[in-house]
């Protein structure tokens, strides 16, 4: 099987970021957002195929979460295949020729490797708090969004500790400082996790509407409508908070607060039959999936803007 039907580890992606760079200097160039508790960095690889003025741009984050490893192989396998169909997919060339795509394939690479080294069921980062002997933040409950309410937790030794204040870790700090500085372009939010096969957007940390969940329902609706269609597969979809639980901090309603109103999470393959083991024989079928979901929101948002 091909790279690209493989996990890899840290130090391989490391690698392959620098590689994708080096092959591809007119498209592809890596940006050194911030660095992780245990100083490592996190790169942002920025596609764009032209210098069109006042051009849009969409946001795809990979590995908040340590364990599911479907996420990281997702960006990586949409990277190859942005580069490998660009003029040559018309769907590719089209969102390619209309927005420039960062994509950050490791945004918790201390858990990541700490998953490969020791645990491989590791969710958090692996930051140390002085009130306990219990490590590591729930990057996903540490952004500003009704911080720490119902669906967190204050608990250090918990798998949904929300950290000391909003933004306390350097990897949440240097996300929400990169879209804070390019919220103007970035019109499409994308954070990708698994598993249990859903389209999710805000908001997660209240049961309130966002403004233009129309829009969002519809944009979700046809992404997992393509999925059944193409790949005979069933994705659920709507709000976060009434399709999978209440839980504050997640960075796809900091977004959507930012003014980043297309903002959603997926959650990718299975439904539990192996969960975050999946196995790598599923990656090429669950990154389809999401590929497509993915093209159909993209370009929704650049027909509607
Ligand atoms: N805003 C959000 N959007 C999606 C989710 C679901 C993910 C699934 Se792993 C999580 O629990 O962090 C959670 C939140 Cl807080
Ligand atoms: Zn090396
Ligand atoms: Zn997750
Ligand atoms: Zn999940």
Redesign the pocket.
Known sequence: STFYERYHSLEDIYHWINRTQQDNPNMVKAILIGSSYEKRPLYVLKLSVNNRPNKKAMWIDCG??AR?WISHAFCLWFVQNSLSFYKLNQDITRILDNMDVYILPVMNPDGYQYTWTTNRMW?KNRSVSKSSNCIGV?L??NFD?NWCTE??SDEPCTE?YCGAFPESEPESQAVANFLRSHKDSVQFYL?I??Y?QML?F????TLDEAENHKDLLEMAQEAAQAIRRYYRNTYKYGS?AKT??L???????WAYNLGIKYSF?F?LQDRGRYGFLLPPSLISRACNEALIAVKTIALKVIEKT
């Open positions: 908040i979460h599911e969710r729930d996903n409950r969004a669906g967190a949904i954070s996790h698994s249990s999710l805000p908001y997660s940390c976060g999978i639980y839980a504050p901090g997640g960075s796809d309603d999470t959650e």
